[in-house]
């Protein structure tokens, strides 16, 4: 049986004749895990989601979302994906609750029960045109319609993007909540890292089409540190660590941020560089990703 929710194996897109926004990603996402996309602005997030849910077609390699290929079977993709869409478009002279209604006949497993427990929770009411709502609350009934159909995968694509911080914090601590009552795999893209830590198991990071590292995020902090060193005098001019992705320094002190981190590293600095002290830090998410695309 296969583990994963999305497989992808050597996946390419070209747009024209130059611009190549997924360079042969594979790209595997645990069955049950809340797994976050990230990568800034043009990292080739949003071409690979729209390739997995069958809306553009691939140029080469492979795709498989719950078992079923995307490209030759995306009806059977999309019964089974709850899916929200960057600067998701609705019928906006629709009600909420016309919409609800219209959405709902397409759906043998919608669950009116969780419709009405998320209205209650987003403080909406099915009388309100989607025409007079604000971007949070158009967001908030989105994911209404992507949750209520009851679905095995739940794909987000950067649902936070544009809405002021209050309200991208209530969004995000409402799909905490609603994770924590229902086991589904959640794939969410974002460039907004900050706000998605607190919600991931596995973590995939995009830059320029290419995907540099996909792994739990327990996983993630323990391959990548942060070397602090104090020096008694002036730091050496040539500091190089394996693995290294970025170096600072100010004064006395110089700071390296290393992948694919070995203890051992700590010995190699101290026998080449002989520093007074170092020190091991554990990044976050938005460190790391920073280190790796900034």
């Known amino acids: ?55 553009l077609a691939r140029d080469s390699g492979k795709t ?8 030759k079977d995306p009806v059977s993709v999309r019964s089974r994906v709850g899916f929200v869409a960057e600067n998701q478009k609705m019928y906006d002279w629709m009600t909420i609750g016309e919409l609800i209604w219209f959405n709902k006949s397409f759906y043998q497993t919608w669950d009116d029960k969780l419709v009405d427990s998320l209205l209650s ?40 993007s544009g809405l002021d911080p209050v309200v991208r914090r209530e969004f995000m601590e409402s799909i905490i909540e609603i994770l924590h009552e229902k086991e589904r795999t959640i794939f969410f893209s974002t460039h907004i890292v900050n706000e998605v830590e607190k919600l991931a198991d596995h973590v995939g ?23 602090r060193m104090i020096f008694d005098d002036k730091i050496p001019d040539d500091i190089a660590v394996a693995g290294l992705l970025k170096k600072e320094s100010s004064g006395h002190e110089v700071s390296v941020i290393v992948k694919d981190f070995k203890k051992e590293i700590l010995k190699d600095i101290a026998d080449r560089y002989k520093p007074k002290t170092s020190e ?15």
């Not at 997030?45 to 809306?55: A, D, R, S």
């Not at 609350?137 to 209520?148: G, N, R, W």
């Open 205 to 227: 990071i995009m830059h320029e089409g290419n995907l540099l590292v996909s792994m739990p995020v327990e996983e993630l902090k323990n391959n990548v540190k942060k070397i």
């Open 64 to 71: 498989e979302v719950l078992g079923f290929d995307s490209e």
């Open 121 to 160: 929770r987003f403080k909406l009411t099915k009388d309100l045109k989607l025409k007079n709502l604000s971007r949070g609350m158009y967001a908030q009934v989105a994911l209404i319609l992507a949750l209520c159909q009851d679905p095995e995968l739940v794909i987000l694509d950067d649902p936070i």
């Open 280 to 294: 091991i830090q554990t990044l976050t998410i938005e460190d790391i990703f920073v280190a790796m695309v900034g």
């Open 1 to 55: 049986m296969n583990d994963f929710a999305i497989s992808t194996t050597a996946l390419k897109k070209k747009y024209g004749w130059k611009k190549e926004a997924v360079k042969g990603i594979d790209l595997q996402v645990p069955k049950g895990s809340v797994y976050v996309f990230l990568g800034r602005n043009g990292a080739g997030k949003t071409t690979t989601i729209k390739m997995l849910m069958g809306l």
